[in-house]
């Protein structure tokens, strides 16, 4: 297959090298931080605990099956190498970039899974402040910054392995 053909079975919707799964993430990613900053919002000021919590579950299942659906393509169908070949930084710089980003993208998901299970089985239904609260705030943080840290170093790469 060449080049040409190669860059045109996986192009995706944004002018860029990315292919459509590459995109989706890109772009889904702006909305998780969006939403997960609303959902804070909610809980710290309006004392929205129901709306935060079936916010985060939602989120948290969203994220389960798009990081899935990303793997399957990223091991099976994507050359994600092969896309960013042109790329003006070079394949040490992009690959560096790419174990920066890993180093958030995934201890976070795992971070997610605990937070939210723990959260389930601690707090009451409907939930409310409780003995659960400290860890939650401090872990519930660490979580949501993960997830900020993932969303940005994911930008950055994109850029460089398929935009520059
Ligand atoms: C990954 C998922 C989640 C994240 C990242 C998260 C994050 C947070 C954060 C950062 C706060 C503190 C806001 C502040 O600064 O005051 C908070 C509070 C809270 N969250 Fe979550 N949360 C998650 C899932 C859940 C779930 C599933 C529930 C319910 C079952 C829940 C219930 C609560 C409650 C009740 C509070 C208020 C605690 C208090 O003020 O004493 N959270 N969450």
Redesign the pocket.
């Known amino acids: 297959m060449n080049e040409t053909t190669l860059l045109a079975q996986h192009a995706g919707f944004l002018p860029s090298r990315g292919s459509i799964m590459i995109d989706f993430v890109f772009v889904a990613m702006f909305g998780i931080i969006l939403v ?1 900053g609303v ?2 919002y909610l ?2 000021y309006l ?1 929205m ?1 129901q709306v ?2 079936w916010i ?2 939602i ?2 299942i969203v994220l389960l099956v798009t990081v899935i659906a990303f793997e399957v393509d990223m091991r099976f169908f994507t050359d994600w190498e092969k896309l960013a070949e042109p790329s003006k930084f070079g394949s040490t710089t992009v690959h560096n970039l790419l174990y920066f980003h890993l180093l958030f993208a995934i201890p976070t998901p795992i ?2 899974i605990v ?2 299970w723990r ?2 089985l601690k ?1 009451p ?1 409907p ?4 003995p ?3 860890s ?2 401090f ?3 660490l ?2 910054i993960g ?1 900020l840290l993932t969303a940005v170093t994911g930008w950055v790469f994109y850029y460089a392995a398929f935009v520059a």
Do not use: C, N
């Not at 939930?127 to 409780?130: R, S, Y």
């Open positions: 997960l959902s804070i809980v710290r004392r605990y935060h919590k985060q579950v989120t948290g971070l997610w937070v939210i959260a389930l707090f239904s939930p409310e402040p409780g659960h609260s400290a939650h705030l872990w519930g943080r979580a949501a997830m």
